[in-house]
Nanobody, 116 residues
Framework: QVRLVESGGGLVQTGGSLRLSCAAS????????MGWYRQVPGKERELVAR???????NYADSVKGRFTISRDNAKKTVYLQMNSLKPDDTGVYLC??????????WGQGTQVAVSS
């Protein structure tokens, strides 16, 4: 069984930075694609950034140039460095681990709030 635990969220002013972490249990981390999603009340969950098992990355247009996703397979941890934060970045950030269409897991989320 895989468990994902996010940390690093909080309240920050516009222009500030946060670094989110997602620690995974289990043995499939290095073989899985990892993603960060954002959930805002009343809106669909949206992909913020993804990193494949091979290290390829992709980002939502709204965060390109400001956010960086990375992973440490030895620590079974994925990170999201968020710089130049804006109020629109506010939401619950959820970690996703995807090995295949069946083996997909979610964390509980960490709240990010950006004040104007």
């Amino acid at each position: 069984q895989v468990r994902l635990v996010e940390s690093g969220g909080g309240l920050v002013q516009t222009g500030g930075s946060l670094r989110l972490s997602c620690a995974a249990s289990g043995s499939i981390f290095s073989a899985a694609d990892m993603g960060w999603y954002r959930q805002v009340p009343g809106k669909e969950r949206e992909l913020v950034a993804r990193i494949t098992s091979g290290g390829s990355t992709n980002y939502a247009d709204s965060v390109k140039g400001r956010f960086t996703i990375s992973r440490d397979n030895a620590k079974k941890t994925v990170y999201l460095q968020m710089n130049s934060l804006k109020p629109d970045d506010t939401g619950v950030y959820l970690c996703n681990l995807r090995l295949n269409i069946i083996q997909t897991y979610w964390g509980q989320g960490t709240q990010v709030a950006v004040s104007s």
